[in-house]
């Protein structure tokens, strides 16, 4: 199937050109790709603040010791726009964070999967957010 | 220079998959801004101007320049634009993560933070008109040689690309800095924030700008540019009517910004045309003859969302340059302990 084949290639070289439009600012330049870092933690704040969204985390680690995180997210005008509100991740909430931890050692970092426990997507699954599908979430189905 | 983009570019071209290509016929759908502009007359302000007036998106999921695979063509059939956009609602950078890699830290979240669109907003195989083969044309040898010494510069000066020294905040780009995307850059689309609104009176026309915020206020009644010794990030935009399309006309650019390799003696023409009760047709033409080695033209539909502006505050809680120069000293106190990778 030639045209089968064009249009899979089309679409890959346009996903392509998307995925390297990347942030306001360099991630790469601020957290390090080789500290992969996985938190779960409850929601303590979140600064629904321009350019970037912050997540502030409590987790506790093995000992019942609870250490607090900041994790960066993108700007808040696209979830306003999608009709989320600051009341969408209230404190208490309970998240999982695969992401990667700060260059400079600090207990920052970026929220690049960000979860529910079950497995459910932050914000995903609400109709008519615009967001885009990826099947993961059990809402979408 | 922004050598960066421009490596993230070609490279998104080449990686394209070229496959056998079966030809289609050239089509101009009545979607596209040109084949629009005969048949719509749009309304007019109480002083008898065009109405460009509105909140519009130019986010658009058409390629900036022609892919590899569908060289030679300027529209996507009906069909591949259904499967263009089928694919773009079902992407998602959330999955075939490559993880521990730059790339994956340069996604940066997952993709309900991002706005990139999910429509082909215009057929056309590329958002560059012209040249005919919908490529930005080469750098002159002078641009060539300028871009080579600019990389041996430890200072950065582009707006677009993701930066390089982080000796000082001077070094990181004026995008980062939360300054400008400078022009065409912040009138073109990005990830997310691509609203604009324009609003007119007699005389003038306000364009407000989202991504980073600002506004250019444009005069309508012909006064000539401003001297050049007076240099502006976004330029002098002096403005006429031609038609129904509005002509702006911008110099004066300092060198603080970079586009592609070109800064201060950039000049732009831009026309904004409304072809549709919810569209405006943008193009802006592109010339600098000490950078680029003929002028080029791109056009962008501007669609009309109805939907309400946002204030992007950069400066509010910009922890990321912290994060930024903090992190490359600790990775030089790394490097002089032994410890660098």
Known sequence: MVLQRVLVATGASILLIGSVVSAHHSFAAEFDANKPIQLRGTVAKVEWINPHTWIHIDVKDADGKVERWMVEGGTPNTLLRRGLTKASLPEGTEILVDGYRAKNGSNRANGRDVTFPDGRKLFMGSSGTGAPRDGRDAAEK | ?341
Not at chain 2, 107 to 136: C, H, M, Q
């Open chain 2, 1 to 341: 220079m922004n050598k960066r983009l421009f490596t993230i570019l070609a490279t998104a071209t080449i990686l394209a998959p070229v496959c056998a290509l079966a030809q289609t016929p050239r089509s101009a759908p009545a979607t596209d801004g040109a084949a629009a502009t005969k048949k719509y007359t749009p309304a007019r302000t109480p002083w008898g101007e065009p109405d460009l007036q509105g909140t519009f998106s130019n986010r658009t999921i058409t390629p900036f320049e022609r892919p590899a695979n569908v060289s030679g063509r300027e529209f996507f059939t009906p069909e591949e634009v259904a499967a263009l956009e089928k694919r773009a609602q079902e992407q998602s950078g959330d999955e075939g993560r490559n993880k521990g890699t730059r790339g994956d830290v340069e996604r940066a979240y997952n993709d309900f933070w991002w706005d990139r669109g999910t429509k082909v907003t215009t057929p056309r195989t590329s958002l560059v008109i012209e040249p005919a083969d919908g490529r930005v044309p080469e750098l002159t040898e002078e641009a060539k040689k300028r871009a080579a010494d600019e990389g041996k510069r430890p200072a950065f000066r582009g707006a677009g690309a993701n930066g390089r020294g982080a000796d000082t905040w001077l070094d990181r780009s004026t995008f980062e800095r939360c300054i400008t995307r400078g022009m065409p850059g912040a009138m073109s689309p990005t990830a997310y924030n691509n609203n604009y609104r324009i609003t007119q009176s007699p005389g003038y026309v306000a364009i407000q700008i989202e991504m980073l915020g600002g506004a250019r206020v444009i005069p309508t009644d012909g006064r000539p540019h401003v001297n050049q010794s007076i240099r502006q990030w976004m330029g002098n935009s002096v403005a006429r009517w031609e038609g129904d399309t509005l002509v702006v006309d911008t110099t004066n650019f300092t060198d603080k910004v970079l586009y592609r390799g070109a800064a201060e003696n950039l000049h732009l023409v831009e026309r904004f045309t409304r072809v549709a009760p919810g569209q405006i047709d943008y193009r802006v033409t592109i010339t600098d003859p000490t950078t680029f080695t003929k002028p080029w033209t791109v056009a962008i539909p501007y669609v009309d969302t109805g939907e309400d502006m946002f204030e992007y505050a950069c400066h509010e809680g910009n922890y990321g340059m912290e994060g930024i120069l903090s992190g490359a000293r600790e990775e030089e106190r790394a490097a002089a302990s032994g410890k660098g990778k």
